[in-house]
Protein backbone atom coordinates (compact mmCIF):
# COMPACT_ATOMS: atom_id res chain seq x y z
CA UNK A 1 0.00 0.00 0.00
CA UNK A 2 1.43 3.49 -0.47
CA UNK A 3 1.86 5.89 1.44
CA UNK A 4 -0.74 8.12 0.07
CA UNK A 5 -3.53 5.89 0.33
CA UNK A 6 -2.71 5.03 3.90
CA UNK A 7 -3.12 8.98 4.74
CA UNK A 8 -6.30 8.77 2.73
CA UNK A 9 -7.47 6.01 4.66
CA UNK A 10 -7.03 8.03 8.09
CA UNK A 11 -8.08 10.89 6.83
CA UNK A 12 -11.31 9.51 6.37
CA UNK A 13 -11.50 7.49 10.06
CA UNK A 14 -10.25 11.46 11.32
CA UNK A 15 -7.05 9.95 12.68
CA UNK A 16 -4.25 12.34 12.76
CA UNK A 17 -0.67 10.65 12.78
CA UNK A 18 -0.63 12.11 16.25
CA UNK A 19 -3.15 11.35 18.04
CA UNK A 20 -4.11 10.76 21.65
CA UNK A 21 -4.84 7.95 22.91
CA UNK A 22 -7.48 8.68 26.01
CA UNK A 23 -10.62 9.42 25.26
CA UNK A 24 -14.23 9.57 26.57
CA UNK A 25 -15.65 11.47 23.58
CA UNK A 26 -15.00 12.80 20.56
CA UNK A 27 -12.18 14.28 22.23
CA UNK A 28 -8.69 12.97 22.38
CA UNK A 29 -6.70 14.02 25.35
CA UNK A 30 -3.24 12.45 27.38
CA UNK A 31 0.02 12.72 28.77
CA UNK A 32 1.42 9.93 29.02
CA UNK A 33 4.20 8.12 27.49
CA UNK A 34 3.42 7.80 23.73
CA UNK A 35 2.72 4.39 21.50
CA UNK A 36 4.26 4.03 18.07
CA UNK A 37 2.06 2.24 16.14
CA UNK A 38 4.12 0.23 12.90
CA UNK A 39 2.83 -1.86 10.18
CA UNK A 40 4.21 -5.16 9.98
CA UNK A 41 3.24 -5.13 6.33
CA UNK A 42 6.02 -2.78 5.56
CA UNK A 43 7.40 -1.62 8.60
CA UNK A 44 6.80 1.93 8.59
CA UNK A 45 5.07 4.26 11.25
CA UNK A 46 1.70 4.89 10.97
CA UNK A 47 0.80 6.79 14.04
CA UNK A 48 1.23 7.57 17.71
CA UNK A 49 -0.93 7.40 20.56
CA UNK A 50 -0.36 8.22 24.32
CA UNK A 51 -0.90 5.75 27.21
CA UNK A 52 -3.77 6.54 29.94
CA UNK A 53 -1.88 8.18 32.90
CA UNK A 54 -3.45 7.16 36.15
CA UNK A 55 -5.02 10.33 36.71
CA UNK A 56 -6.73 10.70 33.21
CA UNK A 57 -8.38 6.75 33.62
CA UNK A 58 -9.70 8.45 36.83
CA UNK A 59 -11.43 11.23 34.60
CA UNK A 60 -12.64 8.26 32.51
CA UNK A 61 -14.25 6.50 34.77
CA UNK A 62 -16.23 9.69 36.14
CA UNK A 63 -17.67 10.30 32.82
CA UNK A 64 -18.29 6.83 32.73
CA UNK A 65 -20.40 7.05 35.62
CA UNK A 66 -22.29 9.73 34.63
CA UNK A 67 -23.05 8.23 31.64
CA UNK A 68 -24.16 5.14 32.86
CA UNK A 69 -27.26 6.90 34.93
CA UNK A 70 -28.69 8.20 31.52
CA UNK A 71 -28.18 5.43 29.35
CA UNK A 72 -29.27 3.02 32.08
CA UNK A 73 -32.77 4.37 32.27
CA UNK A 74 -33.07 4.51 28.77
CA UNK A 75 -35.61 1.85 27.02
CA UNK A 76 -33.74 -1.21 25.83
CA UNK A 77 -35.29 -0.58 22.20
CA UNK A 78 -33.93 3.10 21.37
CA UNK A 79 -30.56 2.02 22.69
CA UNK A 80 -31.19 -0.74 20.11
CA UNK A 81 -31.74 2.43 17.95
CA UNK A 82 -28.06 4.19 18.79
CA UNK A 83 -26.50 0.84 17.79
CA UNK A 84 -28.47 0.51 14.66
CA UNK A 85 -27.06 4.27 13.81
CA UNK A 86 -23.66 2.81 14.74
CA UNK A 87 -24.08 -0.07 12.26
CA UNK A 88 -24.82 2.57 9.42
CA UNK A 89 -21.64 4.32 9.96
CA UNK A 90 -19.58 1.03 9.91
CA UNK A 91 -21.60 0.31 6.55
CA UNK A 92 -20.18 3.64 5.29
CA UNK A 93 -16.98 3.45 6.77
CA UNK A 94 -16.07 -0.59 5.58
CA UNK A 95 -13.46 0.23 2.93
CA UNK A 96 -11.08 2.96 5.35
CA UNK A 97 -11.65 0.64 8.28
CA UNK A 98 -11.20 -2.43 6.71
CA UNK A 99 -7.86 -0.81 5.00
CA UNK A 100 -6.96 0.48 8.09
CA UNK A 101 -7.26 -3.24 9.95
CA UNK A 102 -5.24 -4.88 7.23
CA UNK A 103 -2.28 -2.08 7.66
CA UNK A 104 -2.01 -2.08 11.28
CA UNK A 105 -2.52 -5.63 11.75
CA UNK A 106 -1.14 -7.21 8.76
CA UNK A 107 -4.43 -9.69 8.12
CA UNK A 108 -5.61 -9.99 4.19
CA UNK A 109 -7.99 -6.74 2.97
CA UNK A 110 -10.74 -9.42 2.26
CA UNK A 111 -9.98 -10.28 6.31
CA UNK A 112 -9.62 -7.04 7.47
CA UNK A 113 -13.50 -6.13 5.34
CA UNK A 114 -14.82 -9.30 6.72
CA UNK A 115 -13.73 -7.87 10.32
CA UNK A 116 -15.84 -4.61 10.10
CA UNK A 117 -18.43 -7.09 8.36
CA UNK A 118 -18.85 -8.93 11.34
CA UNK A 119 -18.96 -5.76 13.45
CA UNK A 120 -21.94 -4.72 11.16
CA UNK A 121 -23.41 -8.35 11.71
CA UNK A 122 -23.25 -7.99 15.37
CA UNK A 123 -24.50 -4.43 15.29
CA UNK A 124 -27.54 -6.21 13.32
CA UNK A 125 -27.88 -8.65 15.71
CA UNK A 126 -28.11 -6.34 18.86
CA UNK A 127 -30.44 -4.21 17.65
CA UNK A 128 -32.96 -7.33 17.23
CA UNK A 129 -32.05 -8.37 21.10
CA UNK A 130 -32.87 -4.59 22.56
CA UNK A 131 -36.53 -6.32 22.48
CA UNK A 132 -35.57 -9.67 23.65
CA UNK A 133 -33.83 -9.09 26.96
CA UNK A 134 -36.36 -11.41 28.65
CA UNK A 135 -36.43 -13.20 31.61
CA UNK A 136 -38.81 -16.04 32.80
CA UNK A 137 -41.71 -15.89 35.04
CA UNK A 138 -42.56 -18.79 37.58
CA UNK A 139 -45.35 -19.80 39.34
CA UNK A 140 -45.12 -18.88 42.82
CA UNK A 141 -45.92 -21.64 46.01
CA UNK A 142 -47.57 -18.73 47.77
CA UNK A 143 -51.27 -17.57 47.15
CA UNK A 144 -51.71 -14.26 45.57
CA UNK A 145 -48.04 -14.08 44.58
CA UNK A 146 -46.41 -13.19 41.34
CA UNK A 147 -42.72 -14.43 40.86
CA UNK A 148 -40.43 -13.09 37.63
CA UNK A 149 -36.95 -12.49 37.21
CA UNK A 150 -35.81 -9.60 35.09
CA UNK A 151 -32.18 -8.51 34.01
CA UNK A 152 -30.94 -4.99 34.87
CA UNK A 153 -27.59 -3.34 33.20
CA UNK A 154 -24.42 -3.91 35.25
CA UNK A 155 -22.70 -0.62 34.57
CA UNK A 156 -18.85 -0.34 33.24
CA UNK A 157 -17.83 -2.79 31.55
CA UNK A 158 -14.30 -3.49 30.57
CA UNK A 159 -12.93 -4.40 27.52
CA UNK A 160 -9.17 -5.66 27.31
CA UNK A 161 -8.78 -6.71 23.31
CA UNK A 162 -5.95 -8.77 21.93
CA UNK A 163 -3.81 -7.48 18.79
CA UNK A 164 -5.12 -10.13 16.42
CA UNK A 165 -9.07 -9.22 16.16
CA UNK A 166 -8.17 -4.71 16.52
CA UNK A 167 -12.20 -4.40 15.87
CA UNK A 168 -14.38 -6.76 16.12
CA UNK A 169 -13.96 -8.25 19.28
CA UNK A 170 -14.77 -4.74 21.08
CA UNK A 171 -18.41 -4.41 18.99
CA UNK A 172 -18.92 -8.03 19.81
CA UNK A 173 -18.73 -6.80 23.38
CA UNK A 174 -19.56 -3.29 22.78
CA UNK A 175 -23.02 -3.71 20.99
CA UNK A 176 -24.08 -6.33 23.44
CA UNK A 177 -23.28 -4.14 26.32
CA UNK A 178 -25.01 -1.17 24.81
CA UNK A 179 -28.47 -2.31 24.24
CA UNK A 180 -27.97 -4.32 27.75
CA UNK A 181 -27.98 -0.97 29.26
CA UNK A 182 -23.96 -0.77 30.25
CA UNK A 183 -21.45 1.88 29.22
CA UNK A 184 -18.02 0.86 28.19
CA UNK A 185 -13.88 1.15 28.84
CA UNK A 186 -11.86 -0.53 26.00
CA UNK A 187 -8.42 -0.73 26.27
CA UNK A 188 -6.96 -2.13 22.66
CA UNK A 189 -4.16 -4.08 22.18
CA UNK A 190 -0.58 -1.74 22.51
CA UNK A 191 -0.14 -3.54 19.23
CA UNK A 192 -3.06 -1.88 17.05
CA UNK A 193 -3.86 1.28 18.62
CA UNK A 194 -5.35 3.13 16.17
CA UNK A 195 -7.83 1.11 15.27
CA UNK A 196 -9.05 1.54 18.66
CA UNK A 197 -9.30 5.79 18.05
CA UNK A 198 -10.74 4.88 14.40
CA UNK A 199 -14.10 3.18 16.05
CA UNK A 200 -14.07 5.83 18.96
CA UNK A 201 -14.57 8.36 16.12
CA UNK A 202 -17.54 6.86 15.13
CA UNK A 203 -19.64 5.74 17.85
CA UNK A 204 -18.69 9.28 19.31
CA UNK A 205 -19.80 10.94 15.75
CA UNK A 206 -22.88 8.61 16.27
CA UNK A 207 -23.57 9.62 20.24
CA UNK A 208 -22.98 13.36 19.57
CA UNK A 209 -25.35 13.38 16.99
CA UNK A 210 -28.13 12.25 19.18
CA UNK A 211 -27.10 14.28 22.28
CA UNK A 212 -26.18 11.45 24.46
CA UNK A 213 -23.37 11.30 26.89
CA UNK A 214 -20.07 11.00 26.15
CA UNK A 215 -18.68 8.52 28.22
CA UNK A 216 -21.14 5.72 26.99
CA UNK A 217 -17.87 5.06 25.02
CA UNK A 218 -14.42 5.34 26.39
CA UNK A 219 -11.09 4.24 25.21
CA UNK A 220 -7.55 4.34 27.14
CA UNK A 221 -4.79 2.96 25.70
CA UNK A 222 -1.27 1.38 26.86
CA UNK A 223 0.07 -1.99 28.19
CA UNK A 224 -0.65 -4.33 30.47
CA UNK A 225 -0.48 -1.76 33.31
CA UNK A 226 -3.37 0.43 31.86
CA UNK A 227 -5.18 -2.93 31.78
CA UNK A 228 -4.66 -3.32 35.49
CA UNK A 229 -6.28 0.04 35.99
CA UNK A 230 -9.69 -1.94 35.74
CA UNK A 231 -8.58 -5.37 36.58
CA UNK A 232 -8.05 -3.81 40.08
CA UNK A 233 -11.45 -1.54 40.00
CA UNK A 234 -14.30 -2.30 41.74
CA UNK A 235 -15.89 0.38 39.91
CA UNK A 236 -15.98 -2.01 37.51
CA UNK A 237 -18.38 -5.23 37.69
CA UNK A 238 -17.35 -6.89 34.68
CA UNK A 239 -13.65 -7.14 33.12
CA UNK A 240 -13.98 -8.89 29.26
CA UNK A 241 -10.51 -9.75 28.18
CA UNK A 242 -9.41 -11.40 25.10
CA UNK A 243 -6.03 -12.41 24.53
CA UNK A 244 -3.13 -15.42 26.02
CA UNK A 245 -3.97 -17.86 28.10
CA UNK A 246 -1.06 -16.36 30.13
CA UNK A 247 -2.83 -12.93 30.52
CA UNK A 248 -6.28 -14.82 30.98
CA UNK A 249 -4.52 -16.31 34.63
CA UNK A 250 -3.51 -13.01 35.82
CA UNK A 251 -6.58 -10.87 35.17
CA UNK A 252 -9.18 -13.81 36.19
CA UNK A 253 -7.16 -13.77 39.58
CA UNK A 254 -7.38 -10.40 39.77
CA UNK A 255 -10.69 -9.71 38.77
CA UNK A 256 -11.54 -12.90 41.11
CA UNK A 257 -9.97 -11.12 44.12
CA UNK A 258 -12.56 -8.22 44.24
CA UNK A 259 -15.37 -11.13 43.50
CA UNK A 260 -16.16 -8.71 40.26
CA UNK A 261 -17.11 -10.69 37.21
CA UNK A 262 -14.74 -11.66 34.10
CA UNK A 263 -15.31 -12.93 30.49
CA UNK A 264 -12.27 -14.65 29.40
CA UNK A 265 -11.32 -15.38 25.58
CA UNK A 266 -8.01 -16.97 25.99
CA UNK A 267 -5.72 -19.09 23.41
CA UNK A 268 -6.55 -22.28 21.34
CA UNK A 269 -4.79 -24.94 20.55
CA UNK A 270 -7.18 -26.99 17.73
CA UNK A 271 -7.35 -29.66 16.00
CA UNK A 272 -8.94 -30.81 12.72
CA UNK A 273 -9.61 -34.93 12.84
CA UNK A 274 -9.52 -36.14 9.42
CA UNK A 275 -10.71 -40.42 9.74
CA UNK A 276 -10.96 -42.62 6.69
CA UNK A 277 -14.67 -41.48 5.44
CA UNK A 278 -13.10 -37.93 4.89
CA UNK A 279 -13.67 -35.62 1.92
CA UNK A 280 -10.18 -35.31 1.16
CA UNK A 281 -10.40 -31.75 -1.08
CA UNK A 282 -12.62 -30.39 1.98
CA UNK A 283 -9.90 -31.39 4.48
CA UNK A 284 -6.95 -29.83 2.48
CA UNK A 285 -9.35 -26.28 1.69
CA UNK A 286 -10.04 -26.18 5.22
CA UNK A 287 -6.73 -26.99 6.91
CA UNK A 288 -4.88 -25.07 4.80
CA UNK A 289 -6.60 -22.15 5.51
CA UNK A 290 -7.01 -23.06 8.99
CA UNK A 291 -3.38 -22.90 9.60
CA UNK A 292 -2.15 -20.24 7.02
CA UNK A 293 -5.11 -18.06 7.47
CA UNK A 294 -4.25 -14.23 8.76
CA UNK A 295 -0.45 -16.12 9.17
CA UNK A 296 -1.88 -18.60 11.77
CA UNK A 297 -2.87 -15.87 14.20
CA UNK A 298 -6.31 -16.68 14.90
CA UNK A 299 -7.57 -17.79 17.85
CA UNK A 300 -9.14 -20.79 16.41
CA UNK A 301 -6.05 -21.52 13.83
CA UNK A 302 -6.02 -24.83 13.09
CA UNK A 303 -3.10 -26.45 14.91
CA UNK A 304 -3.15 -29.84 14.54
CA UNK A 305 -4.30 -32.40 12.48
CA UNK A 306 -5.08 -35.63 13.83
CA UNK A 307 -5.28 -38.30 10.86
CA UNK A 308 -6.42 -41.65 10.22
CA UNK A 309 -3.16 -44.04 9.51
CA UNK A 310 -4.97 -45.27 5.95
CA UNK A 311 -5.12 -41.30 5.21
CA UNK A 312 -1.70 -40.15 6.25
CA UNK A 313 -0.08 -40.32 3.32
CA UNK A 314 -2.65 -38.86 1.16
CA UNK A 315 -3.27 -36.17 3.16
CA UNK A 316 0.58 -35.21 3.79
CA UNK A 317 1.25 -35.63 0.07
CA UNK A 318 -1.64 -32.91 -0.78
CA UNK A 319 -0.92 -30.51 1.46
CA UNK A 320 2.59 -30.59 0.78
CA UNK A 321 1.59 -29.81 -2.74
CA UNK A 322 -1.05 -27.32 -1.72
CA UNK A 323 1.53 -25.54 0.20
CA UNK A 324 3.69 -25.33 -2.78
CA UNK A 325 1.21 -22.79 -4.21
CA UNK A 326 1.37 -20.57 -1.22
CA UNK A 327 2.13 -17.08 -2.15
CA UNK A 328 3.31 -14.64 0.56
CA UNK A 329 3.63 -11.08 0.44
CA UNK A 330 1.62 -7.67 0.99
CA UNK A 331 -2.07 -8.75 2.32
CA UNK A 332 -3.46 -5.93 0.29
CA UNK A 333 -2.24 -7.42 -2.47
CA UNK A 334 -5.44 -9.62 -2.97
CA UNK A 335 -3.43 -12.30 -4.99
CA UNK A 336 -1.11 -13.40 -1.77
CA UNK A 337 -2.66 -15.63 0.29
CA UNK A 338 -0.21 -15.20 3.61
CA UNK A 339 0.77 -11.92 4.71
CA UNK A 340 3.27 -11.16 7.96
CA UNK A 341 3.01 -11.59 11.52
CA UNK A 342 2.59 -9.11 14.23
CA UNK A 343 6.09 -8.20 14.71
CA UNK A 344 9.54 -9.35 15.04
CA UNK A 345 9.38 -10.91 18.75
CA UNK A 346 6.58 -13.40 17.15
CA UNK A 347 8.89 -14.21 14.34
CA UNK A 348 10.98 -14.96 17.12
CA UNK A 349 8.65 -16.88 19.17
CA UNK A 350 7.88 -18.92 14.99
CA UNK A 351 11.84 -19.34 14.94
CA UNK A 352 11.95 -20.66 18.24
CA UNK A 353 8.92 -23.37 18.42
CA UNK A 354 9.97 -25.05 14.80
CA UNK A 355 13.07 -25.65 16.47
CA UNK A 356 11.95 -27.00 19.31
CA UNK A 357 9.59 -29.33 17.73
CA UNK A 358 12.52 -30.80 15.74
CA UNK A 359 14.38 -31.01 19.31
CA UNK A 360 11.55 -32.89 20.72
CA UNK A 361 11.78 -35.34 17.62
CA UNK A 362 9.59 -33.65 15.05
CA UNK A 363 9.76 -34.33 10.93
CA UNK A 364 9.73 -30.98 8.94
CA UNK A 365 8.06 -31.23 5.96
CA UNK A 366 7.50 -28.51 4.71
CA UNK A 367 10.43 -26.12 5.96
CA UNK A 368 9.29 -22.89 6.92
CA UNK A 369 11.90 -19.70 7.44
CA UNK A 370 11.89 -16.24 7.69
CA UNK A 371 11.63 -14.01 4.28
CA UNK A 372 13.96 -10.73 3.48
CA UNK A 373 14.40 -8.93 0.89
CA UNK A 374 12.15 -6.94 -1.44
CA UNK A 375 8.82 -7.04 -0.13
CA UNK A 376 9.80 -8.33 3.36
CA UNK A 377 11.59 -5.41 4.38
CA UNK A 378 9.04 -5.28 8.08
CA UNK A 379 11.30 -8.55 9.36
CA UNK A 380 7.76 -9.90 9.83
CA UNK A 381 7.24 -12.72 6.86
CA UNK A 382 7.76 -16.04 7.54
CA UNK A 383 6.80 -19.49 5.29
CA UNK A 384 3.84 -21.59 6.68
CA UNK A 385 5.52 -25.04 8.16
CA UNK A 386 4.21 -28.52 8.76
CA UNK A 387 5.90 -30.72 10.77
CA UNK A 388 5.59 -34.43 12.21
CA UNK A 389 4.88 -34.79 15.55
CA UNK A 390 3.76 -36.43 18.33
CA UNK A 391 0.90 -34.79 20.80
CA UNK A 392 2.83 -35.13 24.14
CA UNK A 393 5.61 -32.60 22.67
CA UNK A 394 5.56 -29.73 24.75
CA UNK A 395 5.70 -27.43 22.11
CA UNK A 396 2.83 -29.56 20.61
CA UNK A 397 0.46 -28.59 23.49
CA UNK A 398 1.15 -24.83 23.16
CA UNK A 399 -0.28 -22.43 21.06
CA UNK A 400 2.08 -20.82 19.03
CA UNK A 401 1.04 -17.50 17.28
CA UNK A 402 2.18 -18.64 14.01
CA UNK A 403 1.66 -20.34 10.25
CA UNK A 404 2.76 -24.18 11.91
CA UNK A 405 0.62 -27.18 11.55
CA UNK A 406 1.73 -30.60 13.28
CA UNK A 407 0.24 -33.75 11.77
CA UNK A 408 -0.31 -36.44 14.60
CA UNK A 409 -1.15 -39.73 13.11
CA UNK A 410 -4.37 -42.50 14.94
CA UNK A 411 -4.98 -45.86 14.58
CA UNK A 412 -7.80 -47.85 15.33
CA UNK A 413 -11.53 -46.18 16.03
CA UNK A 414 -12.57 -42.00 15.97
CA UNK A 415 -12.75 -42.45 19.95
CA UNK A 416 -8.38 -42.92 19.53
CA UNK A 417 -8.57 -39.03 17.49
CA UNK A 418 -10.74 -37.77 20.11
CA UNK A 419 -8.70 -38.74 23.36
CA UNK A 420 -5.71 -37.04 21.14
CA UNK A 421 -7.67 -34.06 20.72
CA UNK A 422 -9.00 -33.40 23.64
CA UNK A 423 -5.54 -33.81 25.32
CA UNK A 424 -4.56 -29.91 25.48
CA UNK A 425 -4.70 -27.66 28.10
CA UNK A 426 -6.99 -25.40 25.78
CA UNK A 427 -10.61 -26.42 24.81
CA UNK A 428 -11.61 -23.24 21.95
CA UNK A 429 -11.92 -25.05 18.13
CA UNK A 430 -11.92 -28.36 16.92
CA UNK A 431 -13.73 -30.28 14.22
CA UNK A 432 -13.92 -33.76 12.14
CA UNK A 433 -14.07 -33.95 8.39
CA UNK A 434 -16.09 -37.79 8.08
CA UNK A 435 -19.17 -38.25 5.75
CA UNK A 436 -19.67 -41.14 8.82
CA UNK A 437 -22.59 -40.11 10.75
CA UNK A 438 -21.62 -43.06 13.98
CA UNK A 439 -17.79 -40.71 13.73
CA UNK A 440 -19.90 -37.43 13.32
CA UNK A 441 -22.13 -38.26 16.20
CA UNK A 442 -19.44 -39.87 18.53
CA UNK A 443 -17.25 -36.66 18.15
CA UNK A 444 -20.45 -34.18 18.84
CA UNK A 445 -21.93 -36.33 22.18
CA UNK A 446 -21.24 -36.00 26.10
CA UNK A 447 -17.88 -38.39 24.99
CA UNK A 448 -16.81 -36.16 22.27
CA UNK A 449 -14.63 -33.05 21.81
CA UNK A 450 -14.26 -30.42 24.97
CA UNK A 451 -14.28 -27.72 23.35
CA UNK A 452 -16.48 -24.85 22.92
CA UNK A 453 -16.94 -24.83 19.04
CA UNK A 454 -17.24 -28.27 17.82
CA UNK A 455 -17.39 -28.74 13.51
CA UNK A 456 -18.21 -31.09 11.20
CA UNK A 457 -16.81 -30.94 7.79
CA UNK A 458 -15.91 -27.20 8.65
CA UNK A 459 -12.97 -26.55 9.70
CA UNK A 460 -11.69 -25.26 12.81
CA UNK A 461 -11.22 -21.46 12.09
CA UNK A 462 -13.83 -18.44 12.15
CA UNK A 463 -17.12 -18.23 13.55
CA UNK A 464 -20.30 -17.09 13.00
CA UNK A 465 -21.78 -14.07 15.40
CA UNK A 466 -25.09 -15.96 15.99
CA UNK A 467 -23.60 -18.16 18.00
CA UNK A 468 -22.01 -18.29 21.35
CA UNK A 469 -18.34 -17.92 20.59
CA UNK A 470 -16.04 -18.91 23.31
CA UNK A 471 -13.93 -22.42 24.67
CA UNK A 472 -13.46 -24.31 27.82
CA UNK A 473 -10.64 -24.78 30.13
CA UNK A 474 -7.55 -22.49 29.74
CA UNK A 475 -9.09 -20.99 27.11
CA UNK A 476 -11.32 -19.63 30.12
CA UNK A 477 -14.94 -20.71 29.86
CA UNK A 478 -16.68 -17.07 28.31
CA UNK A 479 -19.21 -16.89 25.52
CA UNK A 480 -19.34 -13.94 23.26
CA UNK A 481 -21.97 -11.95 20.50
CA UNK A 482 -24.90 -14.37 19.69
CA UNK A 483 -27.19 -17.19 21.58
CA UNK A 484 -28.04 -15.98 25.29
CA UNK A 485 -24.22 -14.16 25.92
CA UNK A 486 -25.50 -11.03 25.99
CA UNK A 487 -26.80 -12.62 29.90
CA UNK A 488 -22.93 -11.77 31.26
CA UNK A 489 -23.48 -8.01 30.38
CA UNK A 490 -26.68 -8.02 32.56
CA UNK A 491 -28.00 -8.67 36.66
CA UNK A 492 -30.20 -10.78 37.07
CA UNK A 493 -32.81 -10.07 39.89
CA UNK A 494 -35.20 -12.18 40.93
CA UNK A 495 -38.89 -10.24 42.22
CA UNK A 496 -41.54 -11.88 43.92
CA UNK A 497 -44.83 -9.68 44.21
CA UNK A 498 -47.79 -10.25 46.87
CA UNK A 499 -50.99 -9.07 45.48
CA UNK A 500 -53.21 -10.16 48.96
CA UNK A 501 -53.70 -9.00 52.15
CA UNK A 502 -51.83 -11.54 53.75
CA UNK A 503 -48.08 -12.01 54.25
CA UNK A 504 -47.69 -15.96 53.93
CA UNK A 505 -44.33 -17.24 54.26
CA UNK A 506 -42.13 -19.70 51.78
CA UNK A 507 -42.15 -23.05 52.97
CA UNK A 508 -45.20 -23.10 54.22
CA UNK A 509 -43.22 -20.99 57.86
CA UNK A 510 -46.19 -19.45 60.34
CA UNK A 511 -44.89 -16.53 61.76
CA UNK A 512 -48.01 -14.96 64.49
CA UNK A 513 -47.54 -12.16 66.25
P1 LIG B 1 -1.90 -10.79 25.08
O1 LIG B 1 -2.37 -11.68 26.16
O2 LIG B 1 -0.44 -10.52 24.97
O3 LIG B 1 -2.62 -9.35 25.21
C1 LIG B 1 -4.01 -9.21 25.14
C2 LIG B 1 -4.44 -7.94 25.85
O4 LIG B 1 -4.29 -8.12 27.26
C3 LIG B 1 -3.62 -6.71 25.49
O5 LIG B 1 -4.49 -5.60 25.38
C4 LIG B 1 -2.69 -6.56 26.69
O6 LIG B 1 -2.23 -5.25 26.90
C5 LIG B 1 -3.59 -7.02 27.83
N1 LIG B 1 -2.93 -7.54 29.03
C6 LIG B 1 -1.87 -8.38 29.09
N2 LIG B 1 -1.58 -8.67 30.38
C7 LIG B 1 -2.48 -8.01 31.15
C8 LIG B 1 -2.68 -7.90 32.55
N3 LIG B 1 -1.91 -8.54 33.43
N4 LIG B 1 -3.69 -7.12 32.99
C9 LIG B 1 -4.48 -6.47 32.12
N5 LIG B 1 -4.33 -6.52 30.78
C10 LIG B 1 -3.33 -7.29 30.29
O7 LIG B 1 -2.46 -11.39 23.70
P2 LIG B 1 -2.16 -10.97 22.19
O8 LIG B 1 -0.76 -11.38 21.82
O9 LIG B 1 -2.57 -9.56 21.94
O10 LIG B 1 -3.22 -11.90 21.40
C11 LIG B 1 -3.01 -13.23 21.06
C12 LIG B 1 -3.72 -14.16 22.01
O11 LIG B 1 -5.10 -13.84 22.09
C13 LIG B 1 -3.69 -15.61 21.53
O12 LIG B 1 -3.43 -16.44 22.64
C14 LIG B 1 -5.09 -15.84 20.99
O13 LIG B 1 -5.49 -17.19 20.98
C15 LIG B 1 -5.90 -15.02 21.94
N6 LIG B 1 -7.20 -14.68 21.38
C16 LIG B 1 -8.29 -15.34 21.85
C17 LIG B 1 -9.54 -15.08 21.32
C18 LIG B 1 -10.76 -15.82 21.81
O14 LIG B 1 -11.86 -15.37 21.51
N7 LIG B 1 -10.62 -16.92 22.52
C19 LIG B 1 -9.69 -14.12 20.30
C20 LIG B 1 -8.56 -13.44 19.86
C21 LIG B 1 -7.31 -13.73 20.41
Known sequence: MKSLAIQNTLELLHIKTTNLGTSTGANFFGNGAEI??????????????????????????????????????MPAPQRGEIVRQFGNKLRE??????????????????????????????????????RQLHGLTMHSERPGHRMYEQYHPLGIVGIISAFNFPV???????????????????KASEKAPLCSIACQNIIAEVLKKNDLPEGISCIINGDYKVGEFMTTDK??????????????????????ERLGKSLLELGGNNAIIVTPDADLKMTIIGAVFGAVGTAGQRCTSTRRLIIHESMYHKVK??????????????????????GPLIDTDAVKMYENALEKAVKEGGNKIVEGGVLNGEGYESGCYVKPAIVEAENHYEIVQHETFAPILYLLKYAGNV???????????????????????????????????????????????GAEIGGAFGGEKETGGGRES??????????????????????????????DL
Open 482 to 511: GSDAWKVYMRRQTNTINYTTELPLAQGIKF
Open 235 to 256: RIPLISATGSTRMGKIVGKTVG
Open 317 to 338: DALVRAYKQLRIGNPLDETNHV
Open 415 to 461: ENAIEIQNNVAQGLSSAIMTNNLREAEAFLSHAGSDCGIANVNIGTS
Open 36 to 73: ESFSPVDGKLIGKVTTTTKEEYEKVVKTAQAAFKTWRV
Open 168 to 186: AVWSWNTALAWICGDVCIW
Open 93 to 130: LKQPLGELVSYEMGKSLQEGLGEVQEMIDICDFAVGLS
